[in-house]
């Protein structure tokens, strides 16, 4: 047999153990071991590889990010900056038709500032935002569809949990996908709200109205989220501005890592200033972010094992030369590409995904012309497979932000929260299609600093 | 029909009690790489009082994340925090279900025990001690010649790697203990939630 063909079987048998409740990491582990085992007639390579593999990988400085955001996004979640967001947000928007709603989405892309998580987003402004447009008349369907859909701000405005993990399989600068993904971000949030203005157009019962708010108040609030101002400028401003105009080139502050470390002792300082992070909440923090990153660092080191053996079998490279030896136009495989995306991703995690996927495609997008340099492609396939593994967040069946916020209100049926996501699901469809066909929205902001 | 259901409920809190001890460790060597990070950030930007960066800074986190993570690791495992896609077993009938469960607790406790064996012998590749018949007694292969240490602090690096390797070991005894706590939640015919 062929690499590539051992590579197939591997990844379908993998596929299967996963859909029969396998922990994603190991079926990984274990198509990589065995199927290298294929491959070489010999278990000793990947058992050597496996005495520091485990080490390497969890002492790797660029991914000790990871911890460090989620820590970030713990204590800002304990600090009462949702709040703060939610009602600056409501206080300037919510006397519009569905102004809630759209202050729920601002809410959110503020939350998703200071978080690295899209779980984390959408059930700490849920928390907030819920009873609110509940106690306005806000119906079942808008007011939970509409916070299970703002909770994808989370990781669409960086920073952004995975777009670290993109940045370590593509070989990318973490600071350039950042930059990238701002503008998709807030054009996330924009097409967000004008959904939320069309839904209330098309449903007028589904929501209500609250009153104006005079504008000394509306500033008064505006001024309370200055912390998330503070350390978004802290950490983004840090790791992407230009510190030193004297010298060619930006010349950052701190990098990445430390960006994320200046992040969560910022955040920790003010929650224990506001008193909402308390010795208890310290600890509840540090539990739940343990949690999330034992969780990603298994699946990361059981990629590690899969893709050292798609490696050595070559296959990606034979799949993208027989690809490019087909003819296929660029735009059909991205295409392709993308629906994978939307359909695996109703099933599965997004990290997973982008681990298991990413070493396979990105060669191939590499191999295509879409009239880009080879960063510029990267990093716009990197958005865009950010975006749509993260529609799978708010699609049925599994949907992990739709049962959060559905947890939240009991009483609400499951499909009322279905119907509700819907016109939120194709806002992010029809911006996956305007910066699939305009590469220098996603482009543009890297471009200027860089 | 279970298998010494009584102790199992017993082991299982000491480990959770254990395991959560190991996870708010790794808690705060992860709070402690952070106020590290900032302070040698402060310093870097005062070099002109004579203040400095701390020496080795990026050592420390690497150091410090890796004792981390795998610090994290039992309690995870002791929770069932690990992803697995459930959507497609949804139908089948509790009883399979919690099987399937049991199936996937017992491959991670293969899969641990790999990795615990493989960091042994790669951690022992590190130690610079031990005579040569302690060494073969304990499979730890020939004694390096010097110790590998860090670059910039001179940390032997088996040092760190000791640590870490207290994460995986607890990993695998914690994994174990799953494996017979969802066999007996197969044989009850329930599943609880850890």
């Known amino acids: 047999m062929t690499g590539l063909e051992i590579a197939i079987i591997a990844f379908v048998l993998m596929l299967l153990a996963i859909f029969v409740r396998v922990p994603i990491a190991i079926a990984m582990g274990m198509a990589g071991f065995f199927g290298m085992w294929a491959f070489l007639g010999k278990t000793a390579p990947t058992l050597g590889l496996l005495k520091t593999l485990g080490y390497d990988t969890f002492s790797s400085y660029s991914l000790s990010i990871v911890p460090l955001f989620l820590l970030m996004g713990q204590f800002a979640t304990k600090s009462g900056m949702s709040a703060a967001l939610f009602e600056a947000a409501s206080d300037w928007l919510g006397h519009r038709k569905g102004g809630i709603a759209m202050a729920a989405v601002g809410g959110c892309a503020g939350f998703g500032a200071v978080c690295g998580s899209s779980l984390a987003t959408a059930s700490t402004m849920g928390q907030v935002a819920l009873p609110e447009m509940r106690a306005r008349g806000y119906s079942d369907a808008l007011s939970t569809g509409v916070l299970a859909a703002g909770g994808t701000l989370g990781i669409l405005i960086p920073p952004s949990v995975i777009l670290v993990i993109y940045a370590m399989l593509a070989e990318q600068n973490i600071v350039k996908l950042f930059m990238a993904a701002m503008v998709p971000g807030l054009l996330a949030a924009l097409g967000y709200m004008v959904t939320v203005a069309i839904y209330v157009r098309v449903r007028p019962d589904s929501a209500g109205t609250a009153p104006r708010v005079p504008y000394k108040k509306r500033f008064k609030t505006l001024v309370k989220v200055w912390p998330v101002v503070v350390i978004f400028g802290l950490v983004i401003g840090g790791i992407a501005g230009d510190w030193n105009w004297a010298r060619p080139g930006i010349q950052a502050l701190f990098s990445p890592t430390e960006g994320a470390a200046v992040g969560a002792v910022a955040a920790g300082a003010y929650g224990v200033m506001t008193g909402g992070l308390n010795w208890r909440g310290f600890l509840d923090s540090v539990l739940s972010a343990a949690n999330a990153t034992a969780m990603i660092f298994l699946i990361i080191l059981g990629a590690q094992v899969f893709n050292s053996f798609l490696a050595t079998t070559q296959a990606p490279q034979q799949l993208a030369e027989w690809i490019l030896g087909q003819g296929f136009r660029p735009y059909i495989v991205l295409a392709i590409m993308l629906i994978f995306y939307l359909v695996f991703g109703c099933i599965m995690d997004s990290l997973s995904m982008i681990l298991l996927t990413i070493p396979i495609f990105l060669p191939i997008i590499e191999v295509l012309d879409f009239g880009m340099n080879a960063e510029d492609t990267a990093l716009w396939f990197g958005i865009l497979a950010l975006i749509v593994v993260e529609v799978g967040l708010i699609t049925p069946p599994v949907g992990m932000n739709l049962f959060i916020i559905n947890s939240m209100a009991k009483d609400i049926p499951m499909v009322k929260t279905y119907q509700g996501v819907f016109p939120f699901v194709l806002s992010d469809l029809l911006r996956v299609v305007v910066l699939v066909a305009f590469p220098g929205i996603t482009l543009w902001l890297v471009g200027v600093m860089f | ?194």
């Open chain 2, 1 to 194: 029909m279970v298998l010494a259901k009584s102790a199992e409920l017993r082991v299982g809190r000491v480990l959770e009690k254990i395991t959560r001890a190991l996870a708010f460790c790794g808690g705060f060597i992860l709070a402690v790489i952070a106020l590290v990070t900032v302070a040698s950030i402060i310093g870097r930007f005062f070099l002109f009082a004579g203040l400095g960066p701390i020496k080795g800074d990026y050592e420390i986190v690497e150091m410090g994340s890796a004792i981390a993570i795998f610090a994290f690791m039992p309690f995870a495992q002791f929770k069932r925090a690990h992803v697995v896609v459930d959507i497609f077993t949804m139908r089948l009938p509790q009883r399979v279900q919690i099987f399937l469960g049991f199936v996937g607790d017992s491959l991670i406790a293969l899969a641990s025990g790999v990795i615990v064996w493989r960091f042994w012998l790669g951690l022992a590749e590190k130690i610079p001690y031990g005579s040569d018949a302690l060494r073969s007694a304990l499979s730890m292969g020939y004694k390096p010649f010097f110790a590998e240490t860090t670059y910039e602090l001179s940390v032997p690096i088996w040092i760190p790697y000791s640590f870490a390797f207290v994460g995986a070991v607890l990993l695998f005894i914690t994994s174990l203990y799953t494996v017979w706590r969802s066999l007996n939640w197969t044989l009850e015919g329930r599943e609880y939630q850890p």
